[in-house]
């Protein structure tokens, strides 16, 4: 075993840190064994985040099958290896990463590309989302930038262009966590106003809030 491995069941060990051309600081390292992305305040993949997506993920799959799916934000493509997991069928993936040295790491030190019928576009997501005709089954959204989720996600223009992007049916996954109340209750109004029905699942270990948005 690698000895940052083993020594990660003691303490986290460190394998990798900087920051991108985007200016975003990451750190690789093992947690108990495990490799994740990890940015200042936040966990990228693997880690917590790795839980609260399989939750959501979980949940959506009891409801309806899964066969094209959108990813707003990469980071090292956790979400990606659980759905490789949990679908009955290989579902065709497009992430949308808009800074490609997070693209670099997924694939260079989480092997991303070991992944099928998986594209990778850097690009802006919030630009790419204005010129997309394509339509799927489920859109994951994880946009952050550290720990912090951007204005543009509390925009009703951009909930409508993501309703918009959905099959009939379709399910938009968001992963929320550091909302103030009047965020929470401004962001439920949004969503219940761009899509058909709203579940809220609250992931008590980390104090996220999932929501299932369905068209």
Not at 41 to 46: E, G, I, R, V
Not at 78 to 83: D, N, P, T
Request: proline share 2%; hydrophobic share 40%.
């Amino acid at each position: 075993m690698d000895s940052k491995k083993a020594l990660s069941y003691i303490f986290p060990s460190i394998v990798k840190k900087g920051i991108t051309s985007k200016g975003q600081t990451f750190e690789i390292c093992y947690e108990n064994g495990i490799k994740v992305l990890n940015s200042n305040n936040a966990n990228y993949s693997y880690g917590s985040l790795h839980s609260v997506m399989q939750k959501g993920i979980a949940e959506i799959l009891k409801k309806q099958s899964v066969n094209s799916v959108l990813m707003l934000g990469l980071g090292a493509g956790s979400a990606i290896e659980i759905l490789h997991k949990k679908c009955p069928v290989t579902p065709v993936i497009t992430a949308i990463e808009y800074d490609e040295d997070i693209v670099k790491i997924a694939c260079e030190d989480f092997n991303i590309q070991r992944f099928k019928q998986l594209k990778l576009i850097v690009a802006d997501a919030f630009q790419w989302l204005n010129n997309n005709t394509t339509t799927y089954d489920l859109i994951i959204d994880d946009i952050f930038v550290d720990d912090t989720i951007p204005e543009q996600c509390f925009n009703a223009d951009y909930l409508n262009r993501i309703a918009n992007s959905l099959n009939p049916g379709g399910i938009y996954f968001r992963n929320m966590m550091n909302l103030s109340t009047q965020q929470t209750v401004s962001y439920q109004q949004l969503v219940n106003a761009a899509f058909s029905s709203v579940d809220v699942m609250k992931v008590k270990v980390y104090n996220n809030l999932i929501y299932l948005c369905k068209k």
